[in-house]
């Protein structure tokens, strides 16, 4: 494989949640996803995932709390943790899940990506 | 959990090639680590390797090529591939690999960090 630049792999989409692969290892995914507005509660029955925000402000809301993630801040939401992360404005996310995480997890929604694209080449 | 800020995380260690945990997750490790200088040639035999460049310059050489690393860009070293980190100046990297990896692969040296702290909290 080639090396991944982040930002340019941002510049080649313009649509929110919608998360694109850009690297496989180990069973995981690294995905990058543009979010604005808010999303809806679900969890993962299997997968811990992690958000990390390379641009914006991302308001990851738990049953018991708000996590506020800003640039260079990431959370990891353990397996069967509702949640439901909002985006007042436009934020950039990186993602690092199991292969076989479902945006939506245990929720079918509109906006629910069964088959992520990727971006990798 | 509480979140992860990178920069502050990276603000509490001074010392080259002695990986920190920042996260877990699926059996995968979240790691930073500063480097300057030549590491030794490896390998790991079970576990793909993810470099992120989130300062400086880091070279990646390869039996047949260097990849060349800079900020905002990662690249993904396959399970049996040599490979040998080389910082000229320092650099700040994250690493998304398996808890069971370890910093020199199949090499025993004296960089070798067979238990990696963790500065979680």
Chains 1, 2 share one sequence.
Do not use: C
């Amino acid at each position: 494989m080639d090396k991944i630049n982040l930002l340019e792999k941002l510049s080649q989409f313009n649509d929110y949640w919608k998360p694109k692969i850009v690297g496989e290892l180990n069973g995981q995914h690294i995905k990058l996803v543009k979010l604005k507005g808010e999303f809806v509660w679900h969890h993962h029955d299997i997968e811990d995932e992690l958000f990390l925000v390379l641009k914006g402000t991302l308001t990851i809301r738990l049953k018991d709390r708000d996590v506020v993630l800003t640039e260079n801040e990431f959370f990891i939401v353990p397996r069967g943790i509702e949640h439901k992360p909002v985006a007042i404005k436009e934020v950039h996310i990186l993602l690092f899940e199991p292969v076989s995480t479902l945006n939506t997890g245990n929720v079918q929604d509109s906006r629910t990506v069964s088959r992520p694209v990727s971006i990798i080449s």
